[in-house]
């Protein structure tokens, strides 16, 4: 079954850290690819997404991911983490370009001071 | 600027009891709108979806259903809730197809005793 993974639950990092979250997603076919965070309180808001040509796109607040066709991975990053940076983060995938987008687990990211 | 309105933001239900969830959109036309349920510890998943007035499709089986009465309103239902419906209710809307974001309401937490 078409499906979309992120491998961590839970990260804690201090502040100035890097981060990297990983996203998997498992469908053969041409997929746009979307990060989305929700800040304490707040509602989901899109971070960036990958729809085609560069595989590495530039969200907001600094974050980054790449999309790697063979590994069908679309991990995001952020070099340096501010402590605004708390919040769940989200993987997505639209597998058939009609906006159904299937979510992953979530990963919930605190950042220490 | 587009709007997105869903309410209550909370309900506690009995076991039974039936459900009306709504969900409207400001300051566009014929959007995409869309029913996700977040489980604890799981991502969003992805209940209903409509490309117009009456058009609804179903992605899982269940106990809820949904319509939309008018473009821009689309209402979540269930003439009998079970304990296994609690969870959160996020209602979204897309502008049209291509995978275009999604821009998410604030959310029902939904709680059935």
């Known amino acids: 079954a078409q499906s979309v993974s992120q491998h961590n639950h839970h990260v804690i990092l201090s502040e100035a850290a890097s981060l990297e979250l990983g996203c998997n997603y498992s469908y053969g076919g041409t997929v746009n690819l979307f990060w989305y965070v929700q800040y304490p309180g707040q509602h989901l808001q899109l971070l960036l997404k990958?729809?085609?040509?560069?595989?590495l796109v530039k969200g907001i607040k600094g974050f980054e991911a790449e999309f790697i066709k063979s590994k069908f991975s679309f991990n995001l990053r952020k070099p340096s983490v501010q402590w605004s940076d708390t919040a769940e983060y989200f993987c997505?995938?639209?597998?058939?370009?009609?906006?159904?987008?299937?979510f992953g687990a979530g990963t919930q990211v605190v950042v220490t001071p | 600027s587009q709007t997105i309105h869903q309410w209550p933001a909370t309900l506690v239900q009995p076991v039974g009891s039936p459900l009306s969830l709504e969900c409207t959109v400001e300051g566009t036309s014929n959007p995409n709108l869309y029913w996700y349920r977040q489980a604890a510890g799981r991502g969003l998943q992805l209940l209903f979806y409509?490309?117009?007035?009456?058009?609804i499709s179903s992605e899982v089986p269940q106990n809820l259903s949904a319509s939309r009465p008018q473009d821009r309103q689309f209402i979540l239902s269930s003439k009998k809730l079970l304990l296994s419906d609690s969870g959160f209710y996020l209602c979204?809307?897309?502008?049209?197809?291509?995978?275009?974001?999604?821009?998410f309401g604030s959310g029902t937490q939904l709680s059935v005793l």
């Open positions: 990958y729809f085609s040509g560069d595989p």
């Open positions: 997505a995938a639209d597998l058939d370009s009609w906006g159904k987008l299937q």
């Open positions: 409509s490309i117009g007035i009456d058009q």
């Open positions: 979204a809307w897309s502008p049209g197809q291509g995978g275009e974001k999604l821009f």
